[in-house]
């Protein structure tokens, strides 16, 4: 008895050191990503800013911000970034539910096919060239839809709806045939409704998606009235061209136009958030 004791002890105290590595490695990875972003938020709001990592700002000021928000030269980069973010964000959260709806059509012929041919645009694509080519054909270079265009398709969030939709329990849809319901009807007053945590966690990806977007928009688009948000700032960063200022140094404008670019996430997550947390298991779990 007193040697079961004593195994039964040792492996208590084996089982506990997981969670303190566990919590340690979660704090070490929280760190690494606060770290970089407490800096910048610090340095948008110094007037003097230096190399070293400051908890505070020395010289508070919002000087920075005033000059990025009052520069006409980024009123209308702003404005096409939103058009593309909230077009780029419908247009992905239409295709998805939509084709995530028809992939659960168990009795539909070639359901199989179409689903492992989308899996396969997962692993293998044409390439940039033939695919910059394909857009040149359609007229969409230098054309703020070839930005929708590009964040409006995605399979990996299609194979998450179709994944959250198959969790549906079956006999919700059954119910709705018996009462004379289209598939359609079943699309917009049983799936729709039931799918609220994972619309808002995948249509966050995709304007996450949209509004970050600097490669595809620095590919397709050439024409500087058209350049997004992002477009601008990289350019205004990399050439020096910030709106001068003899209150602050550039390096205060630059980091201030990096927290405005991610400001309006910052303010969205919070209202998104308990929909978000509901959805990060979206079709991990299957009944």
């Known amino acids: 008895m007193a040697e079961n004791t004593k195994i039964a002890v040792k492996r208590r105290k084996k089982i506990k050191i997981f969670p303190i590595v566990n919590y340690l490695l979660f704090i070490l990875i929280g760190l690494l990503?606060?770290?970089?972003?407490?800096?910048?938020?610090?340095?948008?709001?110094?007037?003097k800013t230096v190399a070293a990592l400051r908890l505070w700002p020395y010289e508070f000021t919002i000087a920075g911000y005033k000059r990025i928000l009052t520069y006409n030269n980024l009123y209308m980069p702003l404005l096409n970034s939103v058009?593309?973010?909230?077009?780029?964000?419908?247009?992905?959260?239409?295709?998805?539910?939509?084709?995530?709806?028809v992939l659960i059509q168990f009795e539909m012929p070639g359901r199989n096919f179409f689903a492992y041919f989308l899996l396969f645009t997962m692993v293998f694509s044409g390439g940039m060239i033939p695919e910059f080519l394909v857009y040149r054909q359609l007229g969409l270079v230098n054309n703020l839809m070839a930005i929708v265009?590009?964040?409006?398709?995605?399979?990996?969030?299609?194979?998450?709806?179709?994944n959250f939709f198959?969790?549906?329990?079956?006999?919700?849809?059954?119910?709705?045939?018996?009462?004379g319901c289209s598939p359609m009807g079943i699309f917009f007053k049983i799936v729709l409704p039931l799918s609220k945590a994972a619309l808002a966690s995948i249509g966050l990806m995709f304007a996450v998606g949209a509004w970050n977007d600097y490669t595809a928009a620095n590919?397709?688009?050439?024409?500087?009235?058209?350049?997004?948000?992002?477009?601008?700032?990289?350019?205004?960063?990399?050439?020096?061209?910030?709106?001068?200022?003899?209150?602050?140094?550039?390096?205060?404008?630059?980091?201030?136009?990096?927290?405005?670019?991610?400001?309006?996430?910052?303010?969205?997550?919070?209202?998104?958030?308990?929909?978000?947390?509901?959805?990060?298991?979206?079709?991990?779990?299957?009944?």
Do not use: C
């Open 219 to 287: 590919i397709y688009i050439m024409k500087p009235s058209l350049y997004t948000f992002q477009q601008q700032l990289k350019s205004m960063i990399g050439s020096g061209d910030l709106p001068p200022s003899t209150e602050i140094n550039t390096s205060t404008l630059a980091n201030a136009s990096i927290m405005i670019a991610i400001i309006p996430f910052m303010i969205l997550y919070p209202f998104l958030q308990k929909y978000f947390v509901k959805g990060v298991n979206i079709g991990a779990v299957k009944e």
């Open 166 to 179: 198959e969790g549906i329990p079956q006999g919700l849809f059954e119910a709705a045939r018996i009462d």
């Open 149 to 162: 265009v590009k964040h409006g398709i995605n399979v990996y969030n299609l194979v998450l709806m179709r």
């Open 83 to 101: 058009i593309t973010t909230i077009l780029g964000t419908l247009l992905g959260l239409v295709l998805s539910t939509l084709g995530g709806y």
């Open 33 to 47: 990503i606060l770290v970089p972003i407490w800096k910048v938020i610090v340095d948008s709001l110094d007037a």
